[in-house]
């Protein structure tokens, strides 16, 4: 049924996105005298995704922004030992554990003995392949494409360059913006596992999804019935 | 002679440290009330070099670094509206136009009717995409390699991805480190086109290259006459 089945990594394989709000909430701990939780972290987001552009995903540019925020926030009154404090909170973020979301070991391991399995991340590049590494699961997978973004044309240029036929592609993540509607348009098919949390920019409003076919499981550990469901077929 | 001919890309086939170190001097002069700016200079240079484990390369990281380094050196004195002048500054490199070097257009244009041409780069995937997209080249080359370091082991996988025979690739590059040794290693061919200025944790000392050959031209534009000798042998 499927040629190569491809995963995304952040929030579909490991935890990811805690790890961000964790340290942005340490951050508004820190900026707390200055103004309002909820206006601040308004604030921050805005400047993330303005940011986007130019520094796309990742610790780095999400640092960066945090501290662009808090500089226009505070005009100019935060101090270099505060901005010194956020820079080192996300500094820790780079040396935090990869953790492996439940059931995911098994059933990474168990496809990899019949399936050809890739791996497509968005994000930061030397970030990225750390996280890989330390995952453990590097090996279960034949390919690892880590892109700047996850648009229709990434999965075009994915399917070509490994002559694969997207009827015959299955992706699997947490992002219904990342992951699913792009492989649909391109005739890939999809499966969606959402994960506890969604980072605001990645959020699809339903309308959106009107007339999109794909399936959307509760849990990795569904995902082998589902697989032999379809090659029964 | 060569299946395939690489190219690395910042300081090879556009301007690229001038850049860094253009950045780095208008922080120098925020910073210069602080301390002497040879000072500053080489702890900028520690922080970032040390910070090259977590970060890698590119702007977001570089800027890191400075602000980082800024920190420690004023222990937390220099201002919120100092930062943000050095994220202001920074973030006018992600804007700066790709400037090719002297003779790569012409160079490249011609060598592509000829040759399957590479382009491998070490750096931030966002930004060298960007870079790669605005210069204009990107249609010459076959394949593009955003890589997080080059190292032995980096080629080696290169080339047995796509399949290459070492002896058979070609390497160019303005980095003896980075674009030659390496290469080298794995029993391939390179050519060392040195660039105005090279950033200190490129260079190599003399003594590390005794017994290492390759071939170095002053300048790009005596590539094809080298090229042209190679397959006339």
């Known amino acids: ?132 590494a330390r995952s453990g699961l590097a090996d279960h997978f034949s390919r690892v494409e880590i892109v700047p973004v996850k648009i229709r044309e990434t999965y075009q240029s994915i399917t070509a360059k490994h002559k694969i036929n997207p009827e015959r592609f299955l992706m699997i993540g947490n992002s219904i913006r990342s992951d699913i509607l792009p492989v649909i348009e391109i005739g890939g098919r999809a499966i969606h596992i959402p994960y506890e949390t969604t980072w605001e920019h990645e959020v699809v409003p339903e309308e959106e999804l009107a007339g999109r076919e794909f399936v959307r499981l509760a849990h990795i550990r569904e995902l082998l019935t589902l697989i032999d469901q379809y090659r029964s077929r």
């Not at 808090?70 to 780079?94: D, N, Q, W």
């Not at 953790?99 to 930061?124: C, F, N, P, R, Y």
């Open 1 to 132: 049924m499927f040629d190569v089945i491809a995963f995304d990594a952040d929030d579909t394989l490991w935890h990811n996105e805690p790890l961000y709000r964790g340290a942005q909430q340490q951050v508004l701990d820190i900026l707390a005298h200055y103004h309002a939780r909820d206006w601040i972290e308004r604030r921050m987001y805005e400047t993330e995704v303005r940011n986007l552009e130019h520094y796309g995903y990742g610790i780095k540019g999400f640092t960066l922004s945090m501290i662009e925020t808090a500089i226009e926030l505070t005009e100019g009154r935060i101090s270099g030992a505060e901005v010194g404090r956020i820079i080192e909170l996300t500094r820790e973020m780079f040396k935090a554990p990869v953790e492996l979301l439940d059931g995911v070991e098994e059933t990474i391991t168990t496809l990899a003995a019949s399936h050809d399995l890739m791996l497509i991340t968005k994000g930061d590049l030397f970030e990225q392949h750390a996280k890989i």
